[in-house]
Each structure stands twice: as structure tokens, then as C-alpha cells.
């Protein structure tokens, strides 16, 4: 990849005004970032899916922001221009709205984050406010919203009947009246998500909601065969390296009970000399 400018927030919306999708992707670790950089990837979001994908949680509930800050750090040094997002984890901006400046600071002077996610419409709409006011972008997310799986219903398309759809088409405007620099909607029926991008002044961005908004999220884990549970059916498998790893690690066994691995071109001798010189010296 030739090196490209850092990415900014008027770089995203020049993209958006000109009709250019906006790449966007998960990351939680310092080599799949650096991939991703040489990849070209414009946005990267420190989700807190990695509680599931990386901490093995079944949610994304207990992630701290502790675990958030560590994973984001290790990112931003893998990835150094793209637009680095920090996912607002469970009950670090629910609380009050002197939580949520707090808890956003912290991504954006420990990890070097470019901005901040939160789930949520309406009722979140002051604490989008409170962010964005202490001079920190801050994207909204409708739609399926993970750390309210459990009132949702779990994991199921969001605003399939007209209220629902209404409510989320309101929310989106409210956040951006709000201040949001961009919203993720996430499994929204793709002419819900095309409503609300042809209404919006800012980029709408998709995940599992059609191909009508300014830009495309993908879990990274997903698109990989990475993450064992199950895979979404808005993930397209790009390329299946977690079966390239079960079966580099099932040869790896083999070769070892084998002893056909190490061979000597995989370690270091040492000189005759000094080999015969060491047995002397072991034997005064």
C-alpha cells in the first residue's frame, strides 16, 4: 500500500458527498491491524464484540473499559491513520452523562482514538450531546443493539413492522440533531437503512442493512470463519483462515508426536569445539 494521509472527519464526509462507500471494519489486536492499514481500510471500529470473539464471553456485557483501552492501544499502533473509532462498553455511559464524557475521554487520551461509539436513540440522545460538546466525535448505533440483546428479543432484525421502523428512522435524526458525526444501523431492513441515509446529513453506515448507506461494517471475525458459535448471515466468508488454522494446528500435533518437527533447520548448533570445550568444563 503507498502511504495515505491520516483519515479525518472531513475526509469521510467528502467521501459521502461525493457518492464513494466509506470501508469500514472490526479490530481488536496489533497484526490484524496492521493488515488492515495495508489494506486501506478507512474506519476501524475497537468493537466490544471482542468479548465474544476474543474473551469468549456469551455477550458483550462484562467487557470493561479496561479491556477496551488495552485492545484499542494495540490497534491504533497497528493503524496508524485510519479513522479509529472506540466502542463505548456496558454501563460506561448509561449511568449519567458526567460517565459517558469521562469514560469517551479515556479512549481519546489513552488509546488515541478519533472518536467514540454508544448504542442507542432517543434516551441516549443527551449523553451524544455531552460527548460531542467535550470536543469528541461520537457515532450512534440503531438498529440491533448488542448490550440490550435481551429486551430486543436477542439477535433479530430491528424495525421489520412500520412503528418500529418509524422509531428508528426518529432515533437516527435525534442523534444527529444530537450531534453524531455518523450512525452504524445494524440488521435494519435495507429500505428502512435507505430511508434514513437518503434523510441524513451525515454517513449512515450498514451492518447487515443493505447496500443503501454511505459505507459497509463487517466483523472481522466473521468474514474469516474466526468466531466458532455461529455465523451471521450478513457476513460474507472472505476467506476460511479458521479452518487454514485447525489444520495447520492439527499437523503441528501430528508432526510433534511424530518427532517430524523440529527438523535442524529449525533450530541452532553450536561449534564442536565448543561443544567439547563446555562437556570438559561440565566435568571439573
Not at 9 to 27: H, N, Q, S, V
Not at 42 to 63: Q, R
Not at 69 to 93: E, F, K, N
Not at 184 to 200: H, K, S
Request: proline residues 6%.
Amino acid at each position: 500500500m503507498t502511504e495515505r494521509k491520516k483519515i479525518t472527519l472531513p475526509y469521510l464526509f467528502d467521501k459521502r458527498a461525493r457518492g464513494e462507500p466509506i470501508t469500514m471494519l472490526t479490530c481488536y489486536d496489533y497484526p490484524t491491524a496492521y493488515l488492515q492499514e495495508e489494506a486501506g481500510i478507512e474506519m476501524i471500529l475497537v468493537g466490544d464484540s471482542l468479548g465474544m470473539t476474543i474473551l469468549g464471553y456469551e455477550s458483550t456485557l462484562p467487557v470493561t473499559m479496561d479491556d477496551m483501552i488495552r485492545h484499542a492501544q494495540a490497534v491504533r499502533r497497528g493503524a496508524p491513520t485510519a479513522w479509529l473509532i472506540g466502542d463505548m462498553p456496558y454501563m460506561s455511559y448509561q449511568p449519567s452523562v458526567e460517565t459517558a464524557i469521562r469514560n469517551a475521554g479515556r479512549f481519546m487520551a489513552e488509546a488515541s482514538c478519533d472518536a467514540v461509539k454508544l448504542e442507542g436513540g432517543r434516551e441516549m440522545a443527551d449523553r451524544m450531546a455531552g460527548i460531542v460538546a467535550a470536543g469528541i466525535p461520537c457515532m450512534g448505533h440503531l438498529g440491533l443493539t448488542p448490550q440490550s440483546a435481551s429486551s430486543l428479543g436477542g439477535f433479530r432484525v430491528q424495525g421489520k413492522d412500520s412503528a418500529r421502523a418509524l422509531r428508528i428512522v426518529e432515533d437516527a435524526r435525534i442523534l444527529e440533531e444530537a450531534g453524531a458525526y455518523a450512525v452504524l444501523l445494524e440488521m435494519v431492513p435495507d429500505r428502512v437503512c435507505q430511508i434514513i441515509t437518503e434523510r441524513a446529513h451525515i454517513p449512515i453506515i450498514s451492518l447487515g442493512s443493505g447496500p443503501h448507506a454511505d459505507g459497509q461494517l463487517l466483523i472481522f471475525h466473521d468474514m474469516f470463519g474466526l468466531y466458532p458459535r455461529f455465523k451471521p448471515r450478513m457476513a460474507k466468508v472472505y476467506g476460511n483462515a479458521g479452518e487454514v488454522i485447525l489444520n495447520g494446528v492439527k499437523q503441528y500435533v501430528r508432526e510433534v508426536q511424530d518427532r517430524a518437527f523440529p527438523q535442524p533447520e529449525h533450530g541452532f548448533s553450536i561449534k564442536d569445539d565448543d561443544y567439547d570445550e563446555l562437556l570438559g568444563q561440565l566435568k571439573d
